[in-house]
């Protein structure tokens, strides 16, 4: 299957007075047509920089960005381009609907300027095309609800017309960066199914961004595990609960079992995340890690690949490998 976005080497600081943030480390993926893509991580891993600076959002200053993000094959690096493709090809929601809604306009109103702006119908003559999207993410009274507010509706149903609004015009990338994680535990599972629905039916490309290994495996096809701004591991939904190799990956599946038994929402592994401005030398999880050698102190693993499955760890490196 062709790429629809190629990531090379993507590093995103951030120049504050006092120091560097480094969010991201220089990182490398490609999506696939109709593929969902997984970006795993705990928080302050990158995973929301990435898809910031993917969307364009990021200013620079403060942000510096280097590397390269191809849309279809082409760059889409300088501001030109990725305002034409924003919002319209690649498109984007949200862990906070009420955050992306006005509240002194009404969901069709809203709706409305975006269809108007990135495929050029009038607002009066989108009305249609709109509540028929509503329906598709299943709003009930869709015509009730095309001329309501947005404190009108109940937190999954503004996720959901988040989502119509994603869609509407039809994008081939959709990047959710934990668009359940603030509902409860029946709507989520309501929203991803809505989203694995719409996947089929759109035909669209999805980087699912979550913390959460229990939607991985809802909803992906293929995985990437971030640490401290940088790809760790990256395999197929398959390979990474069934074979997991990067010690981070195998901690993250371990407290996922152990803290379902306790009842716990969050995995823990024991340590801390790194924060970006004081990388540890060497491999960054070294701290955390059980097997840590003394190399991983001083050198950053290598990227090494087992068939389809990428890991960044010495363990994995020929002489290491039994
Ligand atoms: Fe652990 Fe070393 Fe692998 Fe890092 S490189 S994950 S410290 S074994
Ligand atoms: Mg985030």
């Known amino acids: 299957l062709e790429n629809v976005l190629e990531v090379e080497n993507l590093k995103v600081h951030f120049r504050t007075p006092e120091v560097i943030v480094r969010a991201v480390n220089g990182i490398s993926f490609t999506l696939k047509k109709q593929e969902t893509l ?12 990435t898809a910031q600076a993917i969307m364009g959002l990021l200013k620079s200053p403060p942000a510096i960005i280097s590397g390269e993000i191809k849309f279809r094959s082409k760059p889409i690096t300088e501001t030109m381009l990725i305002s034409s493709i924003r ?3 690649i498109t984007m929601v949200f862990q906070e609907p009420m955050s992306s809604f006005d509240p002194l306009y009404t969901i069709g109103y809203q709706i409305a300027e975006v269809v108007e702006k990135h495929l050029g119908i009038k607002k009066k003559d989108s009305k249609e095309l709109i509540i028929s999207m509503l329906r598709r993410v299943h709003i009930p009274d869709a015509e009730r609800r095309y001329n309501e507010y ?16 994603a869609l509407i015009t039809n994008p081939e990338i959709l990047i959710a960066d934990e668009p359940t994680t603030a509902l409860d535990v029946t709507i989520q599972a309501q929203v991803l199914k809505l989203m694995n629905e719409l996947k089929q039916e759109m035909k669209m490309s999805t980087i699912f961004i979550t913390h959460d290994l229990g939607i991985v495996a809802e909803i992906a096809d293929r995985v990437i595990v971030m640490y401290a701004g940088r790809v760790v591991e990256q395999g197929s939904v398959y390979d990474i609960f069934e074979s997991p190799l990067h010690p981070y990956t195998k901690g993250l599946l371990e407290s996922k079992i152990k803290s379902a038994i306790r009842g716990r929402e969050l995995p823990y592994i024991p340590g801390f995340v790194p924060s970006s401005t004081q990388i540890p030398e060497g491999c960054p999880f070294h701290p955390r890690c059980k097997y840590a050698m003394d190399i991983c102190r001083k050198q950053e693993p290598g ?8 890991v960044s760890c010495h363990l994995y490196a020929e002489e290491n490998r039994a």
């Open 38 to 49: 997984a970006l795993v991580g705990e928080s302050g891993c990158g995973k929301s920089v």
């Open 87 to 89: 919002g319209k090809n």
């Open 150 to 165: 947005p404190h009108q509706m109940s937190g999954g149903m503004l996720q959901r017309i988040m989502i119509a609004l």
């Open 303 to 310: 990227t090494f690949e087992l068939g389809s499955h990428v």
